[in-house]
């Protein structure tokens, strides 16, 4: 990958990876052309970042662009069985992400060189905040590390933001969706985490069994000396290791942990109201898993799923040669991220909670198990196949009022309505969140967590929930 000076390359999907992807192969003298379905008008914000040699063509998928070209890039939101697609792969035209491109260019920049090591992040829910948590230790620690990936900045752009010099950087801390995943091929991570798999994007995927499958290719090409960090309390974690020890050879395959908030585990474990450790490298430092613990009463984040992305990034971070005294002070400090339970404000002693990446179903259980208030919820948005009747028990336990919006609010009323309270039906998203206000009790906590995709209504998670804080700003 780091030749290809003069090759035909052609970037599928011109969003945040499809930029990054095009100038990084632009500097290195490809011959670049983004092709997107979408218009100059739809695209404007990404085509003012393109550098001036990239060509265009938009509206369209000419299958000619595909068939004399000597690469293809695809961007993650765009499906690998689009028929230009399939007809490339079958004339043997090499079809990678991404993700993969900045692996490889990595990798090949760092050849006779010290080159850092992926530690990547993947599953529903809780990547990014992991993710960041991780790089927050990581760099407290005092090593060299970018984070990047399906958070923050595409990773093409990163190497070119650094002008290549990727060999000073000790790790590249990276969280990886299921979509990035379909496109690698010699993608490698030292170290690797599964945190949870439940049911998401099963309007892409025919069935759960090939969304796991998507999952599990975050390992597909680990080895020996490599680490692998897995959920013991997820019903997926069985299928997981199944698809390992089939993948495995003898003798050749990555180290297994696990964390757990339910039992002792080779890992990272919750007990007696402290989360403790249970691996050689806190022993290396005379401690037992009694002697060292974290006090979640102690971190600045807070809810049960901030346990277990607590135990997911200080166990990664601990296997990658990070002080435990780092992993506790940064943990004290951390103040998670936007849009993820995010404390907006208090009005009347109503707490407005900003929750808009919980994108899922999975999401929104995680989210309500986190409050012991009544909840007045917010919800509704872009459906991704999903089953909504896995809500019923949690809204009967906690969801006041239920305010529903956009392009599902029928069928999540028809999935869960006779269980809550009262049902609000809001068409306008500055309506629904004054709703929620006028429903909502001194002690209530008015939660935004929609557990369906945004693009019904918004430009994506980030601006729903900007515009959420907007609306609360203004009440």
């Given amino acids: 990958m780091t030749d290809v000076k003069g090759k035909k390359v052609t970037i599928v999907g011109l969003a945040r990876s499809g930029v990054g992807a095009a100038n990084l192969l632009s500097k290195l003298g490809a011959l670049v052309t983004v092709t997107d379905k979408k218009n100059i008008r739809e695209l404007e914000t990404f085509l003012k970042k393109l550098n001036p040699d990239i060509k265009l063509q938009l509206g369209n998928h000419p299958a000619e662009l595909f068939e004399n070209t000597d690469l293809i890039i695809v961007s993650p939101g765009v499906p690998l069985n689009i028929a230009p697609l399939k007809a490339a792969s079958e004339k043997g035209i090499k079809i990678i992400g991404e993700l993969e491109l900045a692996y490889q260019i990595i990798k090949g920049q760092g050849e006779g060189t010290s080159c850092p090591s992926f530690l990547a992040i993947t599953g529903t829910n809780g990547k990014s905040t992991t993710t960041a948590l991780l790089y927050e230790m990581v760099k407290n620690s ?7 990936g ?3 900045n595409a990773l093409t752009e990163e190497i070119s933001n650094f002008k290549f010099q990727i060999s000073n950087f000790d790790y590249i801390v990276a969280e990886i969706s299921s979509f990035q995943l379909e496109t690698i091929d010699a993608f490698r991570p030292k170290g690797a985490a599964i945190l949870n798999i439940t049911p998401d994007h099963l309007d892409r995927y025919h069935s759960m069994s090939d969304y796991i499958d998507a999952k599990c290719r975050i390992f597909l090409n680990q080895r020996s ?5 897995l959920n013991a309390d ?7 290791e199944k698809i390992g020890n089939r993948q495995w050879a003898i003798g050749n395959r990555p180290e297994i942990f696990y964390f757990s908030r339910k039992k002792e585990v080779k890992g990272a474990f919750y007990k007696d109201g402290l989360i403790r450790f249970n691996i050689p490298e806190v022993k290396a430092h005379g401690l037992s898993p009694i002697a060292y613990c ?5 971190f600045k984040i807070k809810g049960v799923h901030n346990i277990e ?5 200080s166990l990664m971070a601990l ?14 400090i951390f103040p998670g991220l936007e849009h993820r339970l995010e404390f907006v404000r208090e009005i009347d002693g109503v707490k407005f909670i900003n929750d808009s990446k919980g994108t899922n179903v999975g999401a929104v259980i995680k989210s309500l198990e986190s409050f012991s208030e009544p909840v007045v919820l917010i919800a509704g948005g872009r459906d991704k196949d999903s089953d909504f009747t896995i809500l019923r028990p949690l809204i009967k336990e906690k969801v006041k009022s239920l305010v529903l919006i956009g392009e599902a609010r029928d069928k999540i009323k028809k999935a869960v309505g006779d269980v809550a309270k009262d049902v609000f039906m809001e068409e306008d998203f500055k309506a629904a969140v004054i709703k929620a206000k006028q429903a909502a009790s001194p002690g209530d906590v008015v939660l935004l967590s929609p557990a369906c995709a945004s693009f019904d209504m918004f430009r994506d998670f980030e601006d729903r929930g900007r515009q959420f804080k907007k609306a609360v700003m203004e009440l």
């Fill in 309 to 313: 992305n607590a135990m997911a990034a």
């Fill in 150 to 152: 399906n958070i923050g």
């Fill in 234 to 240: 997820d019903p997926a974690t069985e299928e997981i």
């Fill in 225 to 229: 000396g490599d680490f692998l960090v």
């Fill in 319 to 332: 296997l990658s040669g990070c002080s435990a005294d780092t992993v506790i002070s940064t943990l004290k």
């Fill in 294 to 298: 974290l006090d979640p009463s102690t």
């Fill in 142 to 148: 005092g090593f060299n590390a970018i984070v990047g």
